[in-house]
């Protein structure tokens, strides 16, 4: 849900935020959020989704952008347990990801948005 302070303390929903196609059940979307200026990260780190969604504010509501997915097609590897946006940068986790370092040691992955298109 996206809420916005009009005046004072006056609190308006403004919106709510979700994939289009629904992941399955477990796919904990919204478990953890990331947002600067315009760009809110969403991703579902449940087993097996390996996606993030981007939103951001359009004239006629919010839109959903890109979405950012693990090139691995094995799921479990948590990602987007964590994830941040600064800028036009978008950082996601992937605490169980196998890596040369070995199975289960975790990466990050990151995106540079060029343009906000869906």
């Known amino acids: 849900m996206v809420f916005k302070r009009s005046a004072g303390t006056v609190w308006t929903n403004e919106a709510e935020l979700s994939p289009d196609v629904a992941p399955y059940e477990e796919a904990h979307f919204g478990e953890s959020v990331a947002i600067d200026g315009a760009v809110v990260a969403i ?6 989704v390996n996606a993030c969604y ?3 504010p359009w004239a006629t509501g919010w839109r959903r952008g ?14 987007g347990s964590s994830v941040a946006v600064s800028g036009r ?3 996601v986790g992937a605490p169980y ?4 370092a070995g199975d289960g040691a975790g990466s ?3 995106w540079t948005i060029t343009r906000f298109v869906r």
Not at 69 to 77: A, C, D, H, Q, V
Not at 97 to 100: A, E, N, Q, R, V
């Open 43 to 48: 991703p579902a780190p449940g087993s097996y």
């Open 54 to 56: 981007l939103f951001t």
């Open 66 to 79: 890109a979405i950012l997915t693990l090139p691995s097609e094995e799921g479990g590897e948590g990602f």
């Open 89 to 91: 940068s978008v950082l």
């Open 97 to 100: 990801d196998s890596t040369p």
């Open 108 to 110: 990050a992955h990151v």
